[in-house]
């Protein structure tokens, strides 16, 4: 009997943005520029915002960048879609999912492979129990951005990062540029995603995972952590030209 060849390393994303929320590109044109970059895994994370975010939004009469409760169906549907068009296009993988994004209380997070809607209102804890009960993946995001010398705007993740140590699967450690050594140092378990916006930002931090190419998989060993690494994905192009 021949043995099967260990799984190779995945090229994965697992944090995007498109134009159904605050992103400038359309689902389509994202899957063919991650197919194009030789991507195996990528997650699409619109956000769904808190309510007095959204409340916000809607007294000053902008477009709430959210998927509210009502859409979440169709952005469900239209992400199957793609999936399909990007399995059968380039073998990549894509996983729904959303960055649950509650600005009011200072958290965002990752539900990756949901089935259903979540309330961002609820407490952290309950949020990460009800993606669990979707036999979904919770990471958290950016915890320990500095969008300043003194401003760290999202951080009640890592204020409580104790009491939220275990129940998520697990930390970004990289968000596009950015590093989060604390992250590291703790021994959580850790992930990269880009927080792709635009088209510049593919080439920033990503996760490496060595596993079969399925969602399952491709779950359990972000949920291990033992075959995870990290890559910065650079534009080879424009850094040529730069003496
Ligand atoms: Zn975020
Ligand atoms: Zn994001």
Redesign the pocket.
């Known amino acids: 009997m021949v043995n099967d060849p260990e799984p190779r390393w995945l090229l994965c994303d697992f944090h995007i943005h498109t134009d159904k929320s605050d992103g400038k590109m359309g689902l389509d044109e994202i899957i063919d520029l991650y197919g194009n970059n030789n991507f195996d895994v990528i997650s699409i994370t619109d ?1 769904v915002y808190d309510r007095h975010t959204v409340k916000l939004w809607e007294d000053n009469g902008e477009r709430p960048c959210t998927i509210k409760k009502e859409q979440f169906e169709e952005y469900m549907h239209d992400i199957w879609t793609a999936a399909k068009k990007a399995w059968k296009e380039y073998r990549m993988l894509v996983i729904p999912g959303v ?1 649950i ?1 509650n600005n009011h209380d200072l958290f ?1 997070l990752l539900a990756l492979d949901i089935k259903e809607y979540i309330d961002p209102n609820d407490s952290v804890l309950n949020i990460i129990d009800e993606i669990h009960a979707q036999s979904g993946i919770a990471v958290a ?2 915890p320990h951005r500095k969008d300043s010398e003194e401003e760290m705007p ?1 951080m009640h993740l890592w204020d409580n990062h104790e009491k939220y140590a275990a129940a998520f699967d697990a930390w970004e450690v990289a ?1 596009r540029d950015d590093l989060f050594n604390v992250v590291g140092l703790k021994k959580f378990n850790y992930l990269a995603g880009s ?1 792709f916006h635009e088209e510049r930002h593919v080439y920033s931090w990503k996760s490496l995972i060595r596993s079969e190419k399925n969602t399952e998989a491709v779950k359990e060993a972000i949920s291990l952590n033992e075959n995870v690494s990290l890559y910065l994905l650079r534009n080879r192009k424009a850094s040529e030209t730069i003496s």
């Open positions: 956000h960055e994004t965002h995001c950016h999202f968000n927080d």
